[in-house]
C-alpha cells in the first residue's frame, strides 16, 4: 500500500532534479502525486512523461503554470492565451485534470484592470478547456506579488473572477503560502467549497525572516503558517484531493534532494 497516497511533489520543490529523477524519486518515497511544472515538459513528449508517471504508481495531479493573462498590447494579450492554451494541451496529454493559473499583472496599470484582462484571458481558454476537460485553478498570490506577477491576492478575488465567468471548469488554487494571513480566509475557503471550485491546496511554510520574496518558503514547520489548522478548513469545506508540496527555496535546492524529500516526507506527517 502507498504509504503517502494524498501527499503530491511539485517538481519546482525539487529543483536540481529531472522530470524523470523526480518520477522516480517520488514514487520510491511512496508519494502519490506529482504536479509537473512546464519547464520539466520541454523537449519532451508529454504523453511519454504521463505514462511514466502512471507506469511508476503515481498520478498526474496538474501543471504549472497558466497564466499572466495581463498586458499593455492586445497582440501581447493574445500571445499570453496562445501560450495558455498550449499549457491546457499538454495537461490533456499528460492526463493532468488541472492547470494552475498565475494569474498576472502588469506594473503601473490598475489592478482592476488586470483583474479584467485575467478574466477576459481565462474566457479565451475556456472553449479548449472544455473540449479537452481540462479544469483551470486560480491561485491567489499574497500581496507582495501584486505589481507584477497577480492581481489576484486573496480567496476573495479569485472567487469575484470565478463568479464572473461561472464555469465549473473554473475553480481556484488554494496555496497557504499566499493565503495564511486573510482574516477572511475561513468564509472564504468555505465558500469556494460550497460552489465547488476549491481544486487545489499547495503546502510550505512563511519563514520569519523571508530573505528572498520568491524563493525562500520555508519546508512544513520551519515557519509560522497554521497548517493543521488551514487544511482543517479546506476538508471542512470539502475538499479530498491531494496536498501538493510546492517550495520555492534556494536554500533547499542547495542540499542533498534525497535527504531534501525524506524530510518533505517527515515533516507532511509531523506538520500538515
Known sequence: ???????????????????????GKYAEAGIGGITVWRQWLEGRDPEKIGERIRAAGLEAVSVCRGGFFPAPTAAE??????????????????????????????????????????????????PLAEELNVRLG???????YADDRSAINTMASANEVCDRLDHPLVGIAADVYHIWWDPDLAEQIALTGE??????????????????????????GEGCIDLKGIRAMVEAAGFNGYHEVEIF???????????FLAKIVRAYGEHC
Not at 500500500?1 to 518520477?23: F, R
Request: one cysteine or more; glycine letters at 4%.
Open 138 to 144: 486560480i491561485e491567489p498570490l499574497h500581496p507582495m
Open 249 to 259: 527555496s534556494n536554500r533547499w535546492w542547495a542540499v542533498d534532494q534525497d535527504e
Open 1 to 23: 500500500m502507498n504509504p503517502h497516497p494524498k501527499l503530491c511533489i511539485h517538481t519546482i520543490t525539487t529543483k536540481p532534479w529531472s522530470v524523470e529523477t523526480a518520477i
Open 77 to 126: 494579450r493574445a500571445t499570453a492565451i496562445e501560450d495558455n492554451r498550449q499549457a491546457i494541451r499538454e495537461a490533456a496529454a499528460l492526463g493532468a485534470p488541472l492547470v494552475v493559473l498565475v494569474c498576472g499583472a502588469v506594473p503601473g496599470q490598475p489592478l482592476a484592470e488586470s483583474r479584467q484582462q485575467i478574466a477576459d484571458g481565462i474566457a479565451a481558454v475556456l
Open 195 to 220: 460552489k465547488n471550485r476549491l481544486f487545489a491546496f499547495h503546502l510550505c511554510d512563511w519563514l520569519t525572516p523571508t530573505v528572498d520574496l520568491l524563493n525562500d518558503r520555508g519546508l512544513m
